[in-house]
């Protein structure tokens, strides 16, 4: 149980173009989830929670207008990347938390692995 | 605040041996500690939870509240251990409040 699925895993898009990245949990309903950003060997960063029915909220630096967050059910997250460019090349991984459940686990997605050219 | 500290950042060790995988932690309230393991190519995946008190593929965890610290370990490394570790906190109000994550160490493990 507990599984998160992420649409695309992997996309090619031109430099200006916008892509969305849907995540999904599968066999759980979650108010929250959580969309990262990890780049080759390193630690995941935070970008954004997001909460189901209300705006996002979005760590320190990163720009709201560019990465746009629609949590519209309890089991749907998207990203859309605005305006893409080549630095928002990166790997981008959704987590979400079970309703259901008095924790602070996170299950992850596999990830969408995003460039720009 | 919240942080968690894993300060090796890359750690070696022979097929064999045993491992310890460290964290530490800085939270002022009771918090809840987890340990990910990211293998090649693979999604985050939860390995050893505080509150189950469980062992894992060999691994064990202890929370330390006197030291703030949940190191993990294993007594015998195995190759397929060889993998990215994540030690993460839970606390705070509210169900929107994010794991924290440390840095991350790099097992790898040499036959």
């Known amino acids: 149980g507990a599984v998160v699925s992420q649409h695309p895993s992997r996309v090619i898009c031109k430099s200006g173009t916008s892509v969305k990245i849907e995540c999904r949990s599968l066999?759980?309903?979650?108010?929250?989830m959580f969309w990262y950003r990890q780049f080759p060997k390193q630690s995941l960063m935070l970008m954004a929670t997001?909460?189901?029915?209300?705006?996002?909220?979005?760590e320190q630096g990163v720009e709201k207008d560019k990465f746009l967050i629609n949590h519209a059910s309890l089991t749907l997250s998207t990203l859309t990347v605005t305006s893409a460019h080549p630095e928002d090349s990166s790997f981008y991984i959704c987590?979400?938390?079970?309703?259901?459940?008095?924790?602070?686990?996170?299950?992850f997605g596999p990830g969408t692995r995003l460039t720009v050219t | 605040a919240q942080r968690v500290t894993q300060p090796e950042k890359l750690l070696s060790v022979f097929k064999g041996a045993p491992v310890e995988l460290k964290c530490n932690y800085s939270?002022?309230?009771?918090?809840?500690l987890f340990w990910y393991v990211q293998y090649s190519r693979q999604r985050l995946q939860l390995l050893l939870r505080?509150?189950s008190r469980e062992s894992i593929k060999g691994f064990t965890a202890d929370l330390n509240k006197g030291e703030t610290s949940f190191h993990l370990k294993k007594p015998f490394a195995q190759e397929e251990d060889s993998a990215m570790y994540y030690c993460?906190?839970?606390?705070?109000?509210?169900?929107?409040?994010?794991?924290?994550f440390g840095k991350g160490t790099r097992l790898s493990v040499i036959a």
């Open positions: 997001s909460n189901e029915g209300s705006k996002a909220t979005y």
């Open positions: 987590s979400a938390r079970d309703i259901g459940r008095s924790s602070y686990e996170q299950y």
């Open positions: 066999d759980f309903q979650a108010t929250t």
């Open positions: 993460a906190l839970g606390g705070g109000a509210g169900g929107n409040t994010p794991l924290v």
């Open positions: 939270y002022s309230g009771s918090p809840e």
């Open positions: 505080h509150i």
